[in-house]
């Protein structure tokens, strides 16, 4: 039996996604065993973004600074805006880096079965970033999932009042599929195939 303080620990891990019960038992039987060297970093390195991580006011992606690096990245192209669910989606668009324009984290998805409303979303922010100006395309990138075209359909007809273009990702994308689980060769695909909304 392990002491109450490792087996707290094993089930913190174990809420993580993609690890279960055993395999946070063996993360953590892991750790102890290299406590000196791997445990004290990762300690470190949990501690320094507990202190530090802070959500940015423009686009909402998560960083140590506001406004975050791609918001304050000179070389970005601000006229182009790509709406995302999620920051694991920013993430995964912006590894494939394909995209050279801004980001906007939604922070979910319109949900009626969740109760998740527009009002529950990051929209307001967002339509206040287009009629500020300077904005020429609003990319919808939303998961083709239900809800994530139901969103998408939602924010075309809100944005339908400003002088964008409005674009969505290329159908090709597997329906329930999730952008942060795909290969960068269909991201890049879905990216070169966007077309206007409507």
Known sequence: MASQEIERLAQAL????????????RAVLWLVKRRETSLVQLLDALADVRERLVECTTCGNVDTSDPCAICSDPRRDAKAICVVEDVADLWALDRAKLFTGTYHVLGGKLSALDGVRPEDLNIARLLARVEAGGVDEVVLAMNATLEGQTTA??????????????????????VGGELDYLDEGTLAQALRARRPVG
């Not at 174990?14 to 038992?25: D, N, Y």
Request: aromatic share 6%; net charge positive; hydrophobic share 40%.
């Open 14 to 25: 174990a809420r993580l996604p993609g690890l279960g019960p055993r395999s946070a038992r």
């Open 153 to 174: 359909h939602y924010l075309a007809e809100r944005l339908e009042e400003f002088p964008v273009r409005i674009t969505q990702l290329a159908h090709g994308l597997p």
